[in-house]
C-alpha cells in the first residue's frame, strides 16, 4: 500500500524550484538521485499491466527507479541480499559495533565523500582484525560486515559504520573455533584508541598526496600543516566506538540486518505531512532514551539534507572483511562449520530459516498467477542530468 506521503511527493513539488535556485551548487549526483525519486513508479518510467488469470484482477504496475537513494525501491533489493547472507550465518552470538567520528570529521568528509569514507571502513577493519588476532584478546581471524550510514536522525550529516561481527575467531593455523566471552566482544576503549590513531594517520597521508579539497570555511586547512594543527585536539577526544549485546538466533541477526543494510537516509513512514511552508517527520531522540519527537523543516532545507547523503557514485556501502571476505568466505566458513559441528546452509533453510521474500508474480487478492499481457513504453525520456 502507498504512503500517504512520500519523499517522491516533496521532490516533485519543490524539486524544481530547489533546482533553479542552486543550479550552480548542485552536482550531477544529486540531480540524478532527485530526477529518479520524482519518475519513480510513474508513467514516466514505463510499465506493464498484470492480469490474474483465476480471479481477472487487472493492473498497472510502472517501473521502478532502482537508485539506491530511492526509499522505494530498497525492499525487494533488501530481501535478496538478505536471502544470499542467510548461507553464511554462524551458530554462534553476533556483536552489533559502531564506529562514529568527530563533527570536525564530518565536515570534512562532506567534501571529501569518496576518500573520507574509504578512510572510515579501512580504519574500522584494520581496528578490529588487528585487536581481534591480538593473542591477549582472542588471537585469530576475525570475520565480519561493515555497513556505512551517513545519517543522524535529523538527516544531518553523520558518518558512521555499523559492524555485524560473529563472536568468535578462526585460529592462525585452521584447526580451531576461539569463542569470545558470551556477552563481552573485545575493549571498546582499545578499539577507540587504534581507531582514533589508523583514522588521522591515513587522514593526514590523503592531504599529503594531494588527495583532499577543501572548500569556503575549510579553506585554509589545504594550506601546508593546517590540518595536522586542526586535529591535534582530535588525538586527546574520545571517538565513540560501542558493541551492542549479542543476538539471540540466526533469525534475530538476518531481522536486525534488514533494518541497516538498505536502508536509505529517511523512510516514507516517518513523513507526517508537508505543505507549502514546512515538511514534518518524526525522529528518535537517543540522546533522551529513545523518546519520539517530530521536526519541521523548510522543503528546501528538508531537500538539502537529503541530498547530504547521497554517495559518489560505484561507492560500495556494505563490504565484508576477514573470514567473510569475498574471495575466502565460503571455504572458511565450510572449515569453521566442520569445527563448530554446525548444519549445512541447506539444513537450516529446511529448518524454518529461509524468510519467505515478497513475489510479484503473485496475486495480492488470490494467490494466484500473476502475468504481464501487455508493455507500457516510457512516457518520456529519462532527464539530462548533467
Known amino acids: 500500500m502507498r504512503p500517504a506521503l512520500e519523499v517522491a511527493d516533496i521532490f516533485r513539488r519543490h524539486g524544481p524550484a530547489y533546482r533553479r535556485i542552486h543550479d550552480g551548487h548542485l552536482g550531477r549526483g544529486e540531480r540524478r538521485v532527485m530526477a529518479a525519486i520524482e519518475l519513480c513508479r510513474t508513467a514516466a518510467l514505463g510499465g506493464h499491466v498484470e492480469t490474474c488469470d483465476d480471479c481477472a484482477l ?3 504496475a510502472y517501473n521502478s527507479c532502482r537508485n539506491r537513494h530511492c526509499p522505494k525501491c530498497q525492499g525487494a533489493a533488501r530481501d535478496r541480499w538478505l536471502a544470499d547472507r542467510e548461507a553464511d550465518l554462524l551458530p554462534v552470538p553476533y556483536f552489533h559495533v559502531v564506529f562514529t567520528v568527530p563533527a570536525e570529521i564530518a565536515a570534512i568528509a562532506y567534501q571529501n565523500k569518496r576518500q573520507l569514507y574509504t578512510i572510515l571502513f ?3 577493519a584494520e581496528t578490529l582484525k588487528t585487536i581481534a588476532a591480538d593473542p591477549r584478546h ?3 581471524e576475525l570475520g565480519f560486515l561493515a555497513i556505512l550510514h551517513t545519517w543522524g536522525q535529523t538527516l ?3 558518518p558512521h559504520l555499523h559492524c555485524l561481527v560473529p563472536g568468535g575467531v578462526l585460529a592462525a593455523d585452521g584447526g580451531r573455533w576461539i569463542a569470545c566471552r558470551r556477552r563481552f566482544f573485545l575493549p571498546v576503549r582499545v578499539l577507540s584508541r587504534l581507531f582514533r590513531r589508523l583514522f588521522l594517520e591515513r587522514l593526514l597521508a590523503a592531504q599529503a598526496a594531494g588527495g583532499l579539497r577543501f572548500f569556503g570555511a575549510l579553506e585554509p586547512l589545504g594550506d601546508g600543516n593546517a590540518l595536522a594543527r586542526a586535529l591535534r585536539p582530535l588525538r586527546k577526544k574520545r571517538w565513540v566506538v560501542y558493541a551492542k549485546p549479542p543476538f539471540g538466533s540466526p533469525e534475530r541477526v538476518l531481522a536486525y540486518l534488514g533494518r541497516y543494510t ?3 537516509a529517511i523512510a516514507n513512514s516517518r513523513l507526517v505531512s ?3 511552508t514546512g515538511v514534518t517527520f518524526r525522529w528518535r531522540d537517543y540522546r533522551h532514551g529513545n523518546a519520539r519527537r517530530s521536526m519541521t523543516l ?10 547530504l547523503h547521497c554517495l559518489p557514485d560505484g561507492f560500495h556501502r556494505i563490504r565484508h572483511y576477514g573470514f567473510l571476505a569475498n574471495g575466502i568466505r565460503r571455504a572458511r566458513l565450510a572449515v569453521i562449520r566442520r569445527l563448530l559441528a554446525d548444519a549445512p546452509p541447506e539444513r537450516r533453510r529446511a529448518e524454518g530459516c529461509q524468510r519467505a521474500p515478497f513475489d510479484p508474480t503473485v496475486c495480492p487478492c488470490c494467490g494466484g498467477a500473476l502475468r504481464i499481457t501487455a508493455r507500457l513504453p ?3 525520456p529519462w532527464p539530462d542530468t548533467s
Do not use: K, N, Q, Y
Not at 298 to 303: G, L, N, T, V
Open 274 to 276: 508537508a505543505d507549502a
Open 156 to 158: 544531518t550529516h553523520h
Open 378 to 380: 516510457p512516457a518520456r
Open 122 to 124: 579501512e580504519a574500522a
Open 262 to 264: 538498505h536502508r536509505v
Open 298 to 307: 523548510a522543503p528546501h532545507e528538508f531537500i538539502r539534507r537529503f541530498l
Open 58 to 60: 487487472s493492473r498497472v
Open 138 to 140: 582472542l588471537g585469530g
